[in-house]
């Protein structure tokens, strides 16, 4: 008889953002106001002239018989996989080979399908709150969640608690939603543990590209020994503005071993292989033609825009008192506040919607932590963001 994973039902009937968009949907429907949309983390301008070149040029390329080219490889092109190197990790001492880059369209989907080559009922160490795809993907497995609240509490309890055994730990740095960093000397200490405890780290980079202060790690290669236990997630979606189009990359390093024989990184090839055809070469060129001309500087110009965007958010709410804590918000593209009154996140959500219509996301959508604090996205248009900031004035 046919049977279901189990483990799904224990998920919350809808992921987090598909419920703020339902909800968005039946909001638009019967007001004549227009709604500001605040909620999920999704870029607003356009591609940047050199990405938009990339496509036209691929387009071309595609159309030629000549330079027509059919399946790419399942972990991408070789000629991007050499300007990830060339660009990326030019100051990181670790050395990245090709074959430990996987270009897929999302770091969304690498970082959960990745769960499968590991057995179940693993022990997985989550922030909370922290980034909602982390915990589904390890319910839908029947993974065991140890959460931690801070890096610092997670030192802690891995070298303090016997009951603190993990064989993952997930780090999101700059972390979504706080925007809390985790410095060098962290993840010093925390490559040591791995190596002790023989844990893996993944390291989602996602937003490395809002870090302002100068000693954050962009990169977990940045320290040393880094590539024996730590696998590296980043995606092109903020930092290059590619929701739309998808693509992002996973370090895979061939120094991490299940046992003395088997590498992760030989089973990851293994899985994309069978189950993933590589990433489009539309959106590959795109990035590639952005890295070869030197135009990253305009993708940084969007990354100022978004900062700005965000600074103002912080200043009206931290003129409300609503900020918690100042230093998290330097590196992020999120405002996180505690709501007025002690509101729970849910109702705070439905206020604003009702009575300014304003959508944000509510913090106890990352986890238990999360209740009693909202967060608003730096992403948004400036207009929209000013807006905002008027109605709720
Ligand atoms: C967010 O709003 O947290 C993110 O944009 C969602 C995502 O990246 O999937």
């Known amino acids: ?11 919350e009937n809808n992921y987090l953002f598909a419920k703020i968009s339902e909800e968005k949907n039946k909001y638009i429907q019967k007001s004549d106001v227009s709604l500001i949309d605040l ?3 999704d870029v607003t301008l356009p591609l940047v002239n050199k990405a938009s070149e990339g496509i036209i040029k691929a387009n071309n390329l595609l159309s030629n018989i000549n330079t027509f080219v059919g399946y790419p490889p399942s972990s991408g092109h070789e000629f991007l996989k050499e300007q990830i190197i060339k660009n990326d990790y030019l100051n990181v001492k670790a050395k990245i080979s090709k074959e430990e880059i996987f270009i897929s369209d999302s770091s969304k989907s690498d970082i959960s399908n990745i769960l499968d080559i590991f057995s179940d009922k ?18 839908m497995r029947g993974n065991n969640i140890l959460y931690y609240s801070s890096i610092d509490s997670l030192i802690y309890e891995i070298e303090n608690n016997d009951d603190f055994i993990i064989d993952i730990v997930y780090i999101c740095s700059p972390n979504n939603p706080t925007g809390e960093v985790v410095t060098k000397k962290q993840l010093e200490k925390l490559i040591s543990l791995a190596l002790k405890y023989q844990f893996i780290i993944f390291f989602d980079a996602a ?5 302002q202060e100068n000693n954050i790690p962009h990169s977990i290669y940045e320290i040393k020994n880094a590539k024996r236990v730590a696998i590296e997630f980043k995606s092109y979606s903020k930092t290059a503005g590619f929701t739309p189009i998808r693509l992002s990359y996973t370090i895979v390093p061939k120094e991490i071993k299940i046992n003395k024989d088997i590498t992760v990184n030989s089973l990851f090839k293994r899985l994309k292989d069978t189950k993933y055809n590589g990433p489009s070469f539309l959106s590959e060129y795109a990035i590639y033609n952005v890295y070869t001309s030197s135009a990253i500087n305009e993708l940084k110009e969007n990354i100022n825009y978004y900062t700005e965007n965000t600074k103002i958010l912080f200043d009206f709410f931290k003129s409300k008192h609503l900020i918690l804590d100042e230093n998290l918000c330097v590196n992020s593209p999120y ?3 505690k709501t007025p009154n002690n509101m729970s996140s849910w109702d705070y959500f439905y206020y604003l919607l009702d009575n300014f219509m304003i959508l944000g996301t509510p913090g106890i959508g990352f986890g238990k932590n999360g209740e009693n604090h909202f967060r608003f996205t730096g992403f ?3 207009e929209d963001i000013l807006n905002a900031i008027d ?3």
């Open 1 to 11: 008889m046919l049977k279901i994973n189990n483990n799904y039902l224990k998920l």
């Open 39 to 41: 909620s999920i983390g």
């Open 122 to 139: 693993l022990n997985v160490a989550i922030q909370n709150p922290v980034y909602p795809v982390y915990l589904d993907s390890n319910i």
């Open 207 to 211: 937003y490395e590209a809002f870090i």
């Open 335 to 337: 405002v996180w506040i």
């Open 380 to 382: 948004g248009k400036r």
């Open 391 to 393: 109605r709720l004035k």
